[in-house]
T-cell receptor, first 113, second 113 residues
């Protein structure tokens, strides 16, 4: 099966903890993304990587750091989470970038207590 | 910067009603336009796209026509079903302006049986 996979599905943690989310795509794409979806369902780009290189880094707090080991994997680490980090984190991939169609994973739901 | 406007936050219909969700965009380049659908607990699913003026995209009975003159890409369906209940997002991507999609605020569609 070719798709975008994310783990974990759901994570609950305390303020100040570190969390890490994983994303893997088996579509053979060169570009991967992290989006944040807030409680109002707004979707905002956080990062994009093309061939393991960071291309887009929107205005994201420094406690967020993406990590790419190869074209098929893009992880997201959050150091010292805060309550406003509670959201759904969506990973996506596309063949290249720009106007290419992006395919999304199921998301990781983070709740910070 | 680039932006997408969806005027309807929520739409409530009965089965077999006609659906229109409005999408207008503003972009510095010549964008590709997309519609995505998101069901509860899932990531956004690609519906269809259009890349040039007057091109029509369609899938699963939904359709939209790229209109450069009115900067619009309105989603339409002739006869909705209860299973169409979901959140619909209009998005744009600009080929040479970076690696990201810019999403509208989403329209929640609820179809009563």
């Amino acid at each position: 099966e070719t798709a975008v996979f994310q783990t974990p599905n759901y994570h609950v943690t305390q303020v100040g903890n570190e969390v890490s989310f994983n994303c893997k795509q088996t579509l053979g794409h060169d570009t991967m993304y992290w989006y944040k979806q807030d409680s109002k369902k707004l979707l905002k780009i956080m990062f994009s990587y093309n061939n393991k290189q960071l291309i887009v880094n929107e205005t994201v707090p420094r406690r967020f750091s993406p990590q790419s080991s190869d074209k098929a994997h893009l992880n997201l680490r959050i150091k010292s989470v805060e309550p406003e980090d509670s959201a759904v984190y969506l990973c996506a991939s596309s063949r290249t970038g720009g106007e290419d169609t992006q395919y999304f994973g199921p998301g990781t739901r983070l709740l910070v207590l | 910067g680039d932006s997408v406007t969806q005027t309807e936050g929520q739409v409530a219909l009965s089965e077999e009603d006609f659906l229109t969700i409005h999408c207008n965009y503003s972009a510095s380049g010549y964008p590709a336009l997309f519609w995505y659908v998101q069901y509860p607990g899932e990531g956004p699913q690609f519906l269809f796209r259009a890349s040039r003026d007057k091109e029509k995209g369609s899938s699963r009975g939904f359709e939209a026509t790229y209109d450069k003159g009115t900067t619009s890409f309105h989603l339409r369906k002739a006869s909705v079903q209860e299973s169409d209940s979901a959140v619909y997002y209009c998005a744009l991507g600009v080929g040479n302006m970076g690696y990201k999609l810019t999403f509208g605020t989403g329209t929640s569609l609820l179809v009563d049986p």
